[in-house]
């Protein structure tokens, strides 16, 4: 009998290992992750840049900020988590009008990009990468 219960807890085990294995697959791994490229320039004045190859931010000068915006749809028909995070030098000037949030089927979001720089920042370029990534939802 005791070796029927050692073998039953294996099992049962094995089976949910399993299904949270699959689970965590299924709805934790990203399904999508797009990137952009993000540029800013510190300088004593302020300008822009109207090219669409990069999100550029254009000139901007100590305590200064600059928004720039985009549309994300989710066409499909299930939820999604979105989740926006940036990596390199311009990071720390960035932040996000919304962030770690549910796309519902048939919608458009509009995310607002902030680049807030701080007085006294040392002039130059900054630059770096926009990641945002989807997420099947559960809920």
């Known amino acids: ?3 029927q219960f050692k073998i039953f807890s294996i099992l ?4 949910f290992l399993s299904l949270f294995i699959v ?3 299924f709805f ?3 399904i999508e992750t797009k990137t952009v490229k993000m540029h800013v320039l510190v300088s004593n004045y302020t300008g822009f840049n109207l090219d669409t190859d990069v999100m550029y931010f254009g000139s901007v000068p100590g305590k200064g900020s600059v928004e720039k915006g985009f549309n994300l749809t989710n066409s499909g028909n299930e939820n999604l988590i979105v989740n926006i995070y940036s990596e390199g030098n311009i990071s720390q000037f960035v932040s996000f009008s919304k962030n770690n949030f549910v796309l ?4 458009i979001d509009n995310i607002l990009v902030i680049a807030d720089i701080p007085e006294g920042t040392e002039l130059g370029e900054y630059s770096g990468t926009l990641y ?3 997420r099947r939802s559960i809920y």
């Open 132 to 134: 945002i990534t989807f």
């Open 12 to 15: 049962f085990i094995i089976i």
């Open 28 to 30: 934790q791994l990203p």
């Open 104 to 107: 519902k089927p048939d919608s």
């Open 23 to 25: 689970y965590f697959w």
């Open 1 to 3: 009998m005791k070796k």
